[in-house]
Structures are given as C-alpha cells and as structure tokens.
C-alpha cells in the first residue's frame, strides 16, 4: 500500500466524502487466490467487504467475487493494490491447479520454487498452496540445498555432503546424474533433485536406487524443462515432487475488474 500511495491518493482527494459500494469480477475462469489480502487492504481503510468466492474455488466469467462498500477515496485508493494481488496470487493458483490435475496422482507433489517475484515470495507461495501445490523453501534458513554452484565452489559434492550431515538431520541435493544420485542417496539425503533428468533417465535412476536398496531411504525431486506438455511423463516415473519454477517466475495474471 505505501509503495502505491507514497505521500497521498491525491486523485481520489479531489472527491468528496461519499459512501458507495464496488464489485470485483472476474473476466475469465479461474482458481481465485489472495481474497484474505485483498479483503485486509480494504478492511485497513476502513472499508466493508462481502465475499461471495473464497480462496481456492473456481470462478467463471462475469461472477462476483466480493463486494466493496465505504468511503468511495478509500476504496479508490486500495483499488490497484488489492487487484495487483488477486490477480497475480489467482494466476499462480490457476496455473498450480492445472499442473496438478495433469500429474493425476496424490503419490506426486507439485512444488514451487524461490523463484518468485521479490518482495512478493510469501504471497506467491500461498497461491501455490491455494491452487494445489507445495511451498518447498521461503527462505534459505529453512533447508539446507546444495546446488551445482556449491558443489562447483567446493569441489567435492561428498565433502558437502559429510558437512551438511554433521549439522542438519535433514538436507537436499541436486544432483546431474545417476551416479551422484546414488552417492547423495548412500550419504543420506533427506531429497535427492534430479535436474534436467529426462523420464527415461529418472527411471533407470530409480532403478538403480532400488537394485541398491536405496530408494525407500530417499525422496526424489524431478526439475528443469517440466511443463504441461510433459509433466505426466515425468509423473509416471514414480518421482515424488515434480518443482516448476515457471508458475511462478512466469505468471499469467487472471483478468479481473473493480466496478463501482
């Protein structure tokens, strides 16, 4: 709100007091997401807010979603705010819950990623939520995930790992072949991301982690080049968390409009 305000709405100044009462609709079929912050956004200015869609279920072309009444400046004034993030956070869930009906097993989980808008991470994940899907990590403090760039800094993907073990029941590692996915499996990581694997390549992984007696100790994790197109094939691989970063860090904002 400060960022959108600055020093005053001297707009919606210009008006005099009155009190009047807006819609939010909707202008395509979505997943709505982000009606407890945009309802707060009003109800900070004071203003009443009726809600008629809650997060997290469908609405079609033309339906209410709420219903603002109040100050007309007040409402005026939270206008863009409340409708930058209900589009935004219903185009994250929309696109979530797509992506989770093509997977089409509860074995399989969809995770975000932190690949998100800055400043608006919090708000992206609960969309993802909202829609179907799994937060993952918000902050870098909550899990330990060595990447290829840790590994390349340190030289030895075992060394990390022997650290990270020393320090922290639970740890993730990405990993670029099968080789390592069985040392990050033998060495005992909690995930084991498999980035950029094809499915063929995810499956002879997981059989070797099974020859091994290793894939029951591991969750697999299957990331990079995942979209709608293929993310049943890599679904039917028997990984157990699929991320895309793309519902996220690519978001179609949901059409929707404030009507006074």
Same mark, same amino acid.
């Given at each position: 709100?400060?960022?959108?305000?600055?020093?005053?709405?001297?707009?919606?100044?210009?008006?005099?007091?009155?009190?009047?009462? !807006?819609?939010?609709?909707?202008?395509?079929? !979505? +997943?709505? &997401?982000?009606?407890?912050? &945009?309802?707060?956004? %009003?109800?900070?200015?004071?203003?009443?807010?009726?809600?008629?869609?809650?997060?997290?279920?469908?609405?079609?072309?033309?339906?209410? +979603?709420?219903?603002?009444?109040?100050?007309?400046?007040?409402?005026? =004034?939270?206008?863009?705010?409340?409708?930058?993030? @209900?589009?935004?956070?219903?185009?994250?869930?929309?696109?979530?819950?797509?992506?989770?009906?093509?997977?089409? =097993? $509860?074995? =399989? $989980?969809?995770? !975000?990623?932190?690949?998100?808008?800055?400043?608006?991470?919090? %708000?992206?994940?609960?969309?993802?939520?909202?829609?179907?899907?799994? $937060?993952?990590?918000?902050?870098?403090?909550?899990?330990?995930?060595?990447?290829?760039?840790?590994?390349?800094?340190?030289?030895? @993907?075992?060394?990390?790992?022997?650290? &990270?073990?020393?320090?922290?029941?639970? %740890?993730?590692?990405?990993?670029?072949?099968?080789?390592?996915?069985? @040392?990050?499996?033998?060495?005992?990581?909690?995930?084991?991301?498999?980035?950029?694997?094809?499915?063929?390549?995810?499956?002879?992984?997981?059989?070797? @982690?099974?020859?091994?007696?290793?894939?029951?100790?591991?969750?697999?994790?299957?990331?990079?080049?995942?979209?709608?197109?293929?993310?049943?094939?890599? !679904?039917? =691989?028997?990984?157990?968390?699929?991320?895309?970063?793309?519902?996220?860090?690519?978001?179609?904002?949901?059409?929707?409009?404030?009507?006074?």
């Amino acid at each position: 709100m400060a960022e959108d305000i600055g020093k005053g709405d001297i707009t919606s100044n210009l008006l005099s007091k009155k009190t009047i009462s !807006a819609r939010i609709i909707s202008r395509e079929k !979505a +997943i709505v &997401a982000g009606i407890k912050f &945009a309802t707060e956004i %009003f109800t900070s200015k004071g203003c009443q807010v009726k809600i008629f869609k809650k997060d997290g279920q469908e609405v079609k072309p033309n339906q209410k +979603i709420m219903i603002i009444s109040g100050d007309a400046r007040k409402i005026l =004034t939270c206008e863009r705010t409340a409708l930058n993030l @209900l589009t935004r956070m219903s185009g994250i869930a929309t696109q979530t819950n797509f992506l989770v009906k093509k997977i089409g =097993t $509860k074995k =399989t $989980k969809l995770y !975000a990623t932190r690949k998100t808008a800055p400043g608006l991470r919090y %708000f992206d994940k609960e969309a993802v939520k909202i829609g179907g899907g799994e $937060k993952h990590r918000l902050k870098l403090d909550e899990m330990v995930m060595i990447k290829d760039n840790h590994i390349a800094v340190s030289d030895s @993907l075992l060394n990390l790992i022997k650290n &990270a073990k020393k320090r922290y029941k639970k %740890f993730e590692v990405e990993v670029e072949n099968k080789n390592d996915a069985i @040392l990050a499996a033998k060495e005992g990581a909690t995930i084991v991301m498999l980035d950029n694997f094809s499915p063929r390549q995810i499956k002879n992984t997981i059989h070797a @982690l099974k020859e091994k007696k290793l894939r029951n100790r591991v969750k697999l994790e299957a990331s990079g080049g995942i979209n709608s197109k293929n993310i049943s094939q890599y !679904a039917k =691989t028997g990984v157990d968390i699929i991320s895309v970063g793309s519902i996220t860090n690519s978001v179609k904002g949901i059409d929707l409009s404030l009507e006074i």
